[in-house]
């Protein structure tokens, strides 16, 4: 279960021991060109380790950087608001599509050139499409963040968007589609969020599109699509390594000042709201393909990303399927023999979540791999779980969230997620205090909320 950042009060806050200080990191009050300090870690001689920042600046373009004492990389990415559920049917695939395209050449650089830039000083670059928003992501040493900074506003601000771009990158998504179909567990979790939330819904269509609505959308939709979402105001630049705040802010600037893109006084938008409940839909889906396997993933509604009851539903999850030590693991591989992949996850979103199972098995140990899982899904649902499985789920927590947090790419993909997607930053702190205050009870409590509601089942094979 992915531990998200969510509302708490305002105000600063202090721990002991590693001490912490941290304030809101977000809210259109801030008023632009000013900096603000959203957290700051020292350590026991009062050293600061780390420290967050967050500027506005015009467009409404929102900078947050962590300083990380000792680093000698910097990572920095851009989160863009957008992602599948904001398009319409006749749009379906066109926020990857459009990710692909802004790697093609802008006015000044050319695909082989932005490739060439990161490639001559040893640095990671790609980028990422999901349901709510799109992120292109870079990882340079500490002296070459401003190339990556400058490379990235330029493919943000100036994409060239050319035809014959757009038909040559529409035969590599095509190919993308086809892989994705040969692979058991993308075709069994799409088809799981289908089932969900209705296969011609936002949530529940598949990111990269279908052949279909590839193959019909054109180079005018792309480019309207780009215009409406890729605004200043809808976008966080986030950075995070061995790195100094103004000059960031600086590079960000002037990277991202190209045709005008920073001008207006626009406040930064909102992260989209829960505003209303959507419900998950129980049955069945399946789809034939010529695997040697059953891929099947079984579950049900979980929690939306903000609920408070998420971290007591971490502790269950991990208990029911995090780890080698979990009852699945032990029940379904290890006593029985009945698979060799088993685990259970959580996803969520503003409004909905999803808590299942996935097993990949042999076709003719199906039935006993749903009996056991459904067993083990009851039991949770009738008795919660054990006082040691509460004091080892809080330490894969714990551990999953430090171990996590140790080099500046995942701080900087924290910070993004945080500012784009929640609006607030906790702590490190603050996630492992919530952590280690869930009781045995609220457990208890969650499980018999969520794992008895109905049940829906997606399952993939010949």
């Known amino acids: 279960m992915t531990l998200s950042v969510s509302h708490r009060k305002s105000g600063d806050t202090t721990t002991t021991g590693r001490q912490t200080t941290a304030g809101r990191s977000s809210g ?91 490639d001559a000083v040893g640095g990671e670059f790609n980028a990422f499409t999901a349901k709510e928003y799109t992120c292109f992501h870079a990882r340079v040493l500490d002296e070459d963040l401003p190339l990556a900074i400058d490379v990235l506003g330029d493919m943000i601000t100036d994409s060239a968007l050319t035809s014959e771009d757009v038909e040559a990158e529409r035969d590599v998504i095509l190919d993308e589609i086809a892989m994705h179909d040969d692979d058991p567990d993308d075709v069994v979790h799409n088809l799981f969020a289908a089932q969900a939330w209705g296969g011609d819904t936002p949530l529940g269509r598949g990111i990269a599109g279908t052949t279909d609505s590839i193959t019909a959308l054109s180079r ?39 045709n005008g893109f920073l001008d207006g006084d626009a406040t930064p938008v909102a992260p989209r709201g829960a505003t209303r409940r959507i419900p998950v839909r129980p049955g069945v889906a399946h789809a034939t393909r010529p695997f040697e396997q059953v891929n099947l993933v079984l579950g049900m509604e979980g929690l939306a990303r903000d609920d408070e009851r998420r971290f007591a539903l971490g502790i269950v999850n991990a208990a029911l399927g995090g780890g080698t030590s979990s009852r699945l693991f032990q029940e379904v591989r290890e006593r029985r ?26 076709p003719g140990k199906v039935d006993d791999v749903l009996a056991v899982v459904r067993a083990e899904l009851a039991r949770l649902a009738a008795d919660g779980i054990t006082a040691d499985e509460l004091r080892i789920g809080k330490g894969q927590l714990r551990g999953g969230l430090v171990l996590g947090l140790e080099d500046s790419a995942s701080r900087m993909s924290r910070l993004g997620k945080g500012e784009l997607v929640h609006q607030e930053l906790l702590t490190l702190d603050d996630v492992l205090a919530r952590i280690d205050a869930v009781t045995l009870a609220d457990c208890q409590q969650v499980a018999a909320d969520v794992f008895a509601n109905p049940e829906l089942l997606a399952i993939v094979g010949p």
């Open 28 to 118: 259109s009050a801030q008023r632009v060109g000013t900096t603000r300090t959203l957290e700051t870690v020292t350590d026991a001689s009062g050293a600061v380790t780390s420290r967050v920042r967050r500027t506005v600046l015009p467009g409404g373009l929102r900078v947050v950087t962590e300083q990380m004492a000792g680093a000698r990389s910097a990572a920095v990415g851009v989160w863009v608001g957008v992602g599948s559920r904001d398009e319409s049917a006749q749009l379906h695939g066109c926020s990857h599509f459009l990710e692909h395209l802004l790697f093609k050449g802008t006015g000044s650089r050319s695909a082989l050139d932005i490739s060439v830039a990161l």
């Open 220 to 258: 005018a939709q792309i480019v309207r699509f780009y215009r409406r979402h890729y605004r200043a105001d809808r976008m966080v630049v986030a950075a995070a390594g061995n790195l100094d705040h103004a000059s960031v802010v600086r590079q960000v600037r002037k990277a991202f000042g190209r």
């Open 337 to 362: 023999g009945l698979a060799y992949s088993v685990y259970s996850f959580g996803s969520s979103h503003a409004e909905t979540g999803l808590i299942g199972v996935g097993v990949g098995c042999l």
